[in-house]
Nanobody, 120 residues
């Protein structure tokens, strides 16, 4: 089970850190990632990395502004976002899958989503 937290309202140019708590065992080979979705649009890839190791991947839209990281002791992974723009407004979801993929349909485990709103 994945549970997100940390969403909210932030001004343009601000920062926000989303957290995803993992209950139960997560295999070290698993990929953990973040997606986002706005009403009327498909869910889109934001970032991913392997639970054990590093090798993060980012969508071009957030590259250089976002960092996906782990807090293994808390069985949690994070998405830190800086220089936020109104276009970043969306519901953000954390997810996990056994192999690298940017396709949300491939992901097996999902959180419930957390709203991020960036005001202009």
């Amino acid at each position: 089970q994945l549970i997100e937290s940390g969403g909210g309202l932030v001004q343009t140019g601000g920062s926000l850190t989303l957290s995803c708590s993992v209950s139960g065992r997560i295999f070290s080979s698993y990929i953990v990632g973040w997606f986002r979705q706005v009403p009327g649009k498909e869910r889109e890839f934001v970032a991913m990395r392997r639970w054990a190791g590093h090798s993060p991947y980012y969508a071009d839209s957030v590259k250089g502004r976002s960092t996906i990281s782990l807090e293994k002791a808390q069985n949690t992974f994070l998405l830190q976002m800086n220089s936020l723009e109104p276009e970043d407004t969306a519901v953000y979801y954390c997810a996990a899958v056994s192999e690298y993929s940017r396709n949300p349909s491939d992901y097996k485990y999902w959180g419930q989503g957390t709203q991020v709103t960036v005001s202009s």
